[in-house]
């Protein structure tokens, strides 16, 4: 099983990036995946999560309104869509699978994990 990000980068406050994480060896159209993501000195925090079966989203609160997640099973690939980027976004984002339909915001609960992608709002 092998996650794949991509799309971060370095942007202005206020502007959009979308990420993207490619899945090959995994069928995940109904666990649990999303994005975490851990700024220099912080504690890694869950960002977004598709869960059960597909059918409900969650987001922090911190991006609520602000990042949409999605996925499309036809090329195994997850969505982040940033927009309105604020400088505290800044951190290494990482794509994140379980085997469980159900959500968890625990990092440890999570059994495969991409290799992450920067993102910069600065």
């Known amino acids: 099983v092998q996650l794949v990000e991509s799309g971060g980068g370095s942007v202005q406050p206020g502007g959009s990036l979308r990420l993207s994480c490619g899945a090959s060896g995994y069928t995940y159209s109904s666990n649990c995946m999303g994005w975490f993501r851990q700024a220099p000195g912080k504690e890694r925090e869950g960002v977004a999560f598709?869960?059960?079966?597909?059918?409900?989203?969650y987001y922090a609160g911190s991006v609520k309104g602000r990042f949409t997640i999605s996925k499309d099973n036809a090329k195994n690939t997850l969505y982040l869509q940033m927009n309105s980027l604020k400088p505290e976004d800044t951190a290494m984002y990482y794509c994140?699978?379980?085997?469980?339909?159900?959500?968890?915001?625990?990092?440890?609960?999570?059994?495969?994990w991409g290799q992450g992608t920067q993102v910069t709002v600065s």
């Open positions: 994140a699978a379980r085997f469980l339909w159900g959500l968890s915001l625990r990092p440890e609960e999570y059994n495969y």
């Open positions: 598709v869960y059960f079966g597909g059918s409900r989203t």
